[in-house]
Each structure stands twice: as structure tokens, then as C-alpha cells.
């Protein structure tokens, strides 16, 4: 079964500093779909970006954007320019599509904190 | 505006009883899940619809049970079976079951039992 591994459970960056937040994954499968998830304190999941296997281009969003090492099956998030509001649970997340049987499997998450 | 919606936010249940919480979209999403988070473990899959009538056991469906008798609800029982109930609970949804395609949360449901 694919496992996903966030070994930091928590990291705290200064506002405005960017920061990497790391994630490793296990998986035997060629195509697949890798996530990250922000949970802030309020708990609503919200995605923020998500990256095709098939893809070599890292995906970017705004101020994040992913180093994505299929090799190494490593997907890390790195958020410049950090914000207060950025202060949150974020989770990665994997999916490889298998048919009927696919579905998202989570990591165990890390807690940032964003000092001011 | 379109989205998902969980109630109640809070719920507490006495040892011995059933209970059922509720998960309506209005996304004209095929696919919904349910979800289990506890401290330090992420999200533990419940049980997954891809269509009305039909559902599936997740990676921890025992103790719980679920209906999909409409394509916008779909409830999920934590009956007295399930030893530790105490959780927060998110439902989800996506167009339809399948890699290509996001999937958005409610706000979720924090059980807790007495």
C-alpha cells in the first residue's frame, strides 16, 4: 500500500522568509497525482496546489510552489514570502489512479507557525 | 454559492447511542467521503460513494455506517459499535472518483462522547 511521510511535525518561519516544508512518499506506480492540503485553524481543508507524476515542471501557485523529485519520491512545498495567514496545519497527500479502487492517502501533516 | 455543508458543527453522544451526521453539496458532485482526523495521524478514509445507491468501505469502516438515497446527502452513522469515537469528521466531495479531479471538504464535525 502507499504510504505518505511527513517527518516534521511542526516548523515555524519569520514573516516574509520562505520556508520548506518536506514530504516523501512510497509507491510502485508510474501515474499518480501528489497534494498539499492547508488546514488552518479553523479546520476547513483547502488544497493548494497539486502536481502531475507526469509533469516535470514543478507546479507554482502564487508564493508556493513544489520541488517535485520523482526519483526520490519527494514532494516538498515551499512557501515564500510567508504571511500570518499562512499559520496552519498542512497536509500532503497522494492518489494513484487504479480505477475504482483509487483514493487519497494522506500524510500525518506538520503545524507551521509564522512568527510576526 | 455552491459548496459543502456539515452538521452539526459540534455534537456529543453518550456511550451506547448512535448518532448521525450530516453532509449536503450542492456541487452537482458525483463522488463524497467521509473522513476521520485525530491528533497526529492526518485523514483516515471512512467510506466513499461514487453514485447514488452505491457506496464503499474505506481503510476504517468498522463502527460506521452511511447512506447515498440522493446524489447531494450523504449522512454517515458512528454507531455504539465504533470503540472510539471521539473525532473530528470531515466529508468531501469531487466531481467524480478518480485521480484527475479535486476534491473539497466541508467544515467538518467534532464528535465527542461522554
Known amino acids: 500500500a502507499q504510504t505518505v511521510t511527513q517527518s516534521q511535525p511542526e516548523m515555524s518561519v519569520q514573516e516574509a522568509e520562505t520556508v520548506t516544508l518536506s514530504c516523501t512518499y512510497d509507491?510502485?506506480?508510474?501515474?499518480?497525482?501528489l497534494f498539499w492540503y492547508k488546514q488552518p485553524p479553523s479546520r476547513q481543508m483547502i488544497l493548494v496546489i497539486r502536481?502531475?507524476?507526469?509533469?516535470?515542471q514543478n507546479a507554482t501557485e502564487n508564493r508556493f510552489s513544489v520541488n517535485f523529485q520523482k526519483a526520490a519520491k519527494s514532494f516538498s512545498l515551499k512557501i515564500s514570502d510567508s504571511q500570518l495567514g499562512d499559520a496552519a496545519m498542512y497536509f500532503c497527500?497522494?492518489?494513484?489512479?487504479?480505477?475504482?479502487?483509487?483514493?487519497?492517502?494522506f500524510g500525518k501533516g506538520i503545524t507551521l507557525s509564522v512568527r510576526p | 454559492d455552491g459548496g459543502i455543508t456539515q452538521s452539526p458543527k459540534y455534537l456529543f453522544r453518550k456511550e451506547g447511542q448512535n448518532v448521525t451526521l450530516s453532509c449536503e453539496q450542492n456541487?452537482?458532485?458525483?463522488?463524497m467521503y467521509w473522513y476521520r482526523q485525530d491528533p497526529g495521524q492526518g485523514l483516515r478514509l471512512i467510506y466513499y460513494s461514487q453514485i447514488v445507491n452505491d457506496f464503499q468501505k474505506g481503510d476504517i469502516a468498522e463502527g460506521y455506517s452511511v447512506s447515498r438515497e440522493k446524489k447531494e446527502s450523504f449522512p454517515l452513522t458512528v454507531t455504539s459499535a465504533q470503540k472510539n469515537p471521539t473525532a473530528f469528521y470531515l466529508c468531501?466531495?469531487?466531481?467524480?472518483?478518480?485521480?484527475?479531479?479535486?476534491?473539497?471538504f466541508g467544515p467538518g464535525t467534532r464528535l465527542t462522547v461522554l
Open positions: 456541487l452537482n458532485h458525483d463522488a
Open positions: 509507491t510502485s506506480e508510474s501515474d499518480y497525482y
Open positions: 502536481q502531475e507524476a507526469y509533469k516535470q
Open positions: 497527500a497522494y492518489i494513484e489512479y487504479t480505477g475504482a479502487n483509487s483514493k487519497l492517502t
Open positions: 468531501a466531495s469531487s466531481i467524480s472518483r478518480g485521480t484527475y479531479n479535486e476534491q473539497f
